[in-house]
């Protein structure tokens, strides 16, 4: 195989055994490695290959979606042939070389003169990929699908330049079939054309292939792409009875019969089965020529491992499809699980009430951009459990769906959503423009992707639709709702409403279970109104803030605490339809009939970044006098300030993953089983000596007594509705602040903060010891500027510069820092408050020691290891 050719990584060979014999049946090989990659059409193709020009062979992909709206038979003729990007011969050597998942944009450069709202990224605009790959002569007699998990955006596929299909929605995972167009036992080329369009978007979205790509190769009978549809019923101690929905395709010249049969298999920990399955009734099934058909098993599983958030019991149904052998073998991940949404109550998990401590997050992984990485998710996942995050809304649009594999491994439950439009447009090149032609295959496909998931509770249609307030609306609402039933109706549908009258005027009818985003107020009210319909906060708080800034004086105005382009972080600071935490959580506790929240956000991202959403017409705030004095200057000949922020200020964690200190209110409230202090603000204010430096302390514990430099400063308890405790007239003095914090009387828990010295070394830590060595695994390693007594110095910002050593590569470094528009990808960095990120990932094949080294003028060196191995 040359060089051009990339080996396909097998991952999974399905086989069955019947009277001895032994039959490969099924193949998903990943499809990730060895394409090429450029920006921009050829010259003289502009246009040619827009979405209105190739719309009605582009709709005819996915008609297997199409039930309420009309299908479409492709036209005639082969579009794009002549462009040359599409044609097996172009010579595409000097493209660059890369592996999947990619994502353009964030490999910048970054720029002020691009939005902020998008990351100041150059995300949109037109991409290609090509790869070159070979089908053998033995594949002759099977189906070649390529399935795509996410491509941003109007991705439109060629085989060996013949137009195969495509799919215009950015955040849709979607499957082709390849067959038609295979040259068996010769080079194949595929090239995939991506168009992002500006203004398209209202976070940074990415651009590019951006999850992972798939070839699967079945017989010609086999079970259909997302074809199973498993449910339990009558869940006791005792049983639980499956349900599986098989759909098997018969793709061959011939009529068919097979027999479809399935095992269940319980999963341990490291997704292994164990034990002896238990087997569903089989069906026989006659398939003609291109038919497809769902075949119902049913059976008992005997003593059920129910899935839960403290045990996340899987099972895996193991389905074949026989004709005297087994031809075919499809797999399927589910829990047995039982759900409810209660009007008085809120959710119940198993008959176990459980309120939900909810995070919003948008899809990117901060300095990785939007490819995904599992790693990645893992890691942000494992930060969330220990606030006390037990679900995840996926805003505003289809996950990952490595995201949910992750769920249900860890036990979180999932508010899954579809869409930030309907018809009305909020970006001019927005989901709207795609609604009427692609609405209901998006969401079919969604809920067919995701429904076996047990982590998944709800369905979300919407999220702060513009339709909400008009009757066209609440049809649309309904239709979706009817969508959501039709492919499943064990879960319920929600929608994420910002609009306080929605709640009355009939669009809260359209859905089962009813979402307000920022409008606690109303809760009594829509009780009262809404009788026997649950109710949660689909989107909460939305407080801004900095990691480790404090800006003086301390007051409550929400639009206050603003400087330096950045947002103090004493978490009393909100735009204008948003609240600090303590808002939030006093609505739901007057009224504990709310289910739950998910708060905007568990993590910062690139993108929005309110309050600097872009540059200021008026003067702005700054600490340093001689900054202000040349932004009024600024601000004076261009006529606005250029504000450089790219990231959100709303993440309770911040892009490297640092927590801010609002992760630990929210952790007091979310686990108040654990004993925990934490003060703020840090002890570092040589400015500040006598005056007045608020002190607020967050604790699961009921009652704090603050000491500065061993002296009291009195002892508080919280009074009802009240979740931090707050000494506002502390003047500062340099040593240790020491809060000693009671639980019903008795000592829980204590925090101290010091005053530091200047920074004396680099230390560098790293979040595990052992990865793997399959050059995707990651490492992440803390770099913090730390004194000779080892306290990170909070106001630190050194530049600190990286080298490595090893069978590994730094793939991006950050700060945390909004402002910051230097690449992610340099190999240096200053700090932020004290503190920077640094990202390793490993070489695939090459185990061994990673070591990273920083240094910083001035200071000790710090280095950090982590092996890499098979």
């Known amino acids: 195989?040359?060089?051009?050719?990339?080996?396909?990584?097998?991952?999974?060979?399905?086989?069955?055994?019947?009277?001895?014999?032994?039959?490969?049946?099924?193949?998903?090989?990943?499809?990730?490695?060895?394409?090429?990659?450029?920006?921009?059409?050829?010259?003289?193709?502009?246009?040619?290959?827009?979405?209105?020009?190739?719309?009605?062979?582009?709709?005819?992909?996915?008609?297997?979606?199409?039930?309420?709206?009309?299908?479409?038979?492709?036209?005639?003729?082969?579009?794009?042939?002549?462009?040359?990007?599409?044609?097996?011969?172009?010579?595409?050597?000097?493209w660059r070389q890369l592996d999947l998942p990619h994502d353009w944009g964030i490999e910048g450069p970054f720029s002020q003169e691009l939005p902020g709202e998008t990351g100041k990224l150059p995300?949109?605009?037109?991409?290609?990929?090509?790869?070159?790959?070979?089908?053998?002569?033995?594949?002759?007699?099977?189906?070649?699908?390529?399935?795509?998990?996410?491509?941003?955006?109007?991705?439109?596929?060629?085989?060996?330049?013949?137009?195969?299909?495509?799919?215009?929605?950015?955040?849709?995972?979607?499957?082709l079939d390849l067959t038609p167009y295979i040259d068996f036992d010769h080079n194949n080329v595929i090239a995939v054309r991506l168009d992002n369009p500006p203004d398209s978007s209202r976070w940074y979205p990415g651009g590019g292939i951006y999850r992972n790509v798939w070839l699967t190769k079945t017989p010609p009978v086999h079970v259909n792409h997302w074809g199973t549809y498993i449910t339990t019923s009558d869940v006791t101690i005792d049983s639980a009875t499956v349900d599986v929905k098989v759909s098997v395709i018969n793709s061959a010249p011939a009529a068919r019969s097979v027999k479809v049969k399935?095992?269940?298999?319980?999963?341990?920990?490291?997704?292994?089965?164990?034990?002896?399955?238990?087997?569903?009734?089989?069906?026989?099934?006659?398939?003609?020529?291109?038919?497809?058909?769902?075949?119902?098993?049913?059976?008992?599983?005997?003593?059920?491992?129910?899935?839960?958030?403290?045990?996340?019991?899987?099972?895996?149904?193991v389905t074949t499809v026989e004709d005297g052998k087994v031809i075919d073998t499809y797999e399927t991940t589910f829990g047995i699980r039982t759900i409810k949404f209660d009007a008085a109550k809120g959710f119940y998990l198993n008959g176990d009430h459980l309120y939900l401590k909810g995070v919003c997050d948008h899809h990117d992984l901060g300095a990785l951009g939007s490819a995904l990485n599992v790693r990645a998710l893992q890691r942000q996942l494992e930060i969330l459990r220990e606030m006390g995050v037990n679900a995840i809304r996926t805003s505003h649009n289809p996950p990952a769906p490595e995201l949910l594999d992750l769920a249900d491994r860890m036990g979180f439950v999932v508010m899954d959503e579809a869409f930030d439009e309907w018809k009305r447009a909020k970006k001019k090149n927005g989901y709207h423009l795609l609604f009427d032609d692609w609405h209901e295959k998006d969401l079919r496909a969604q809920i067919r992707r995701d429904r076996n998931h047990p982590s998944v509770i709800m369905w979300s249609i919407g999220n702060e639709i513009g339709e909400q307030g008009n009757p066209e609306g609440h049809a649309i609402a309904a239709?979706?709702?009817?969508?959501?039933?039709?492919?499943?109706?064990?879960?319920?549908?929600?929608?994420?409403?910002?609009?306080?009258?929605?709640g009355y005027n009939g669009f809260q009818k359209t859905v089962d279970v009813f979402g307000y985003n920022y409008q606690f107020a109303d809760y009594a009210k829509f009780r009262e109104s809404n009788l026997m319909q649950p109710l949660f906060g689909s989107e909460t708080a939305s407080t801004v803030s900095s990691r480790g800034e404090y800006f003086f004086p301390v007051v409550t105005d929400k639009s206050k605490g603003r400087a330096d382009f950045q947002v103090s972080s004493y978490d009393l600071y909100a735009p204008r339809w948003a609240w600090p935490p303590d808002a939030e959580f006093e609505a739901q506790d007057k009224n504990p009939f709310v289910g739950g929240e998910f708060v905007w956000t568990g993590f910062d991202y690139l993108g929005e970044p309110t309050p600097y959403g872009g540059d200021s017409n008026t003067l702005l705030d700054f600490t340093d006098p001689a900054v202000q004095s040349r932004m009024a200057s600024e601000l004076k000949e261009l006529g606005h300030i250029r504000v450089p922020s790219r990231s959100s200020y709303f993440g309770i964690v911040d892009l490297c993953g640092f927590k801010k200190d609002r992760f630990y209110i929210y952790q007091a409230r979310w686990r108040s089983d654990l004993p925990m202090a934490h003060i703020l603000p840090h002890w570092n204010w040589p400015d500040r000596v006598g005056q007045v430096t608020p002190?607020?302390?967050?604790?699961?514990?009921?009652?704090?007594?603050?000491?500065?430099?061993?002296?009291?400063?009195?002892?508080?308890?919280?009074?009802?509705?009240?979740?931090?405790?707050?000494?506002?007239?502390?003047?500062?003095?340099?040593?240790?602040?020491?809060?000693?914090?009671?639980?019903?009387?008795?000592?829980?828990?204590?925090?101290?903060?010091?005053?530091?010295?200047?920074?004396?070394?680099?230390?560098?830590?790293?979040?595990?010891?052992?990865?793997?060595?399959?050059?995707?695994?990651?490492?992440?390693?803390?770099?913090?500027?730390?004194d000779k007594a080892g306290s990170t110095v909070p106001r630190s910002n050194n530049r600190v510069h990286f080298t490595m050593d090893g069978p590994g590569e730094i793939v991006a470094v950050d700060n945390g820092d909004a402002t910051s528009l230097e690449s992610f990808q340099s190999k240096e960095r200053n700090a932020y408050n004290g503190l920077a990120l640094v990202i390793v990932r490993t070489v695939k094949g090459k185990p061994g020691v990673i070591k990273v080294r920083a240094e910083s003028v001035g200071l000790a060196e710090g280095e950090a290891s982590v092996v890499s191995r098979r």
């Open 695 to 786: 002190v607020h302390v967050y604790t699961s514990g009921d009652e704090a007594e603050l000491f500065l430099n061993g002296q009291s400063l009195g002892r508080k308890k919280k009074e009802p509705f009240q979740y931090r405790l707050r000494w506002d007239d502390v003047k500062y003095a340099p040593g240790e602040l020491r809060v000693v914090v009671y639980k019903n009387g008795k000592r829980w828990a204590e925090d101290v903060v010091k005053t530091t010295g200047p920074v004396s070394r680099v230390e560098l830590s790293v979040d595990r010891k052992q990865i793997k060595a399959d050059g995707v695994d990651l490492a992440f390693i803390t770099v913090r500027l730390v």
């Open 123 to 175: 995300w949109s605009g037109i991409g290609w990929y090509r790869k070159t790959f070979a089908v053998t002569n033995a594949d002759q007699a099977r189906r070649i699908y390529l399935q795509i998990d996410g491509a941003m955006a109007y991705a439109m596929v060629w085989l060996n330049g013949q137009f195969v299909g495509g799919w215009p929605y950015g955040y849709a995972s979607f499957e």
């Open 479 to 502: 239709s979706l709702t009817k969508i959501v039933h039709e492919e499943d109706p064990t879960r319920p549908t929600t929608a994420a409403a910002n609009n306080r009258n929605a």
């Open 1 to 94: 195989m040359t060089r051009r050719f990339s080996i396909l990584l097998l991952l999974l060979i399905a086989t069955g055994t019947v009277a001895g014999q032994t039959t490969v049946t099924r193949q998903r090989l990943s499809f990730n490695e060895g394409w090429r990659f450029h920006k921009g059409d050829p010259s003289g193709s502009e246009g040619r290959l827009s979405y209105e020009r190739m719309k009605e062979y582009y709709i005819a992909t996915g008609n297997e979606f199409a039930v309420e709206t009309a299908k479409h038979a492709r036209p005639t003729g082969n579009p794009g042939a002549d462009v040359i990007y599409t044609q097996r011969e172009f010579d595409d050597r000097d």
């Open 262 to 317: 399935t095992q269940i298999y319980a999963l341990d920990t490291n997704g292994q089965r164990i034990g002896r399955p238990e087997s569903l009734e089989p069906t026989t099934v006659s398939l003609a020529p291109n038919e497809s058909q769902t075949s119902s098993l049913r059976g008992q599983v005997k003593h059920p491992r129910l899935w839960s958030l403290t045990n996340p019991n899987l099972y895996t149904a």
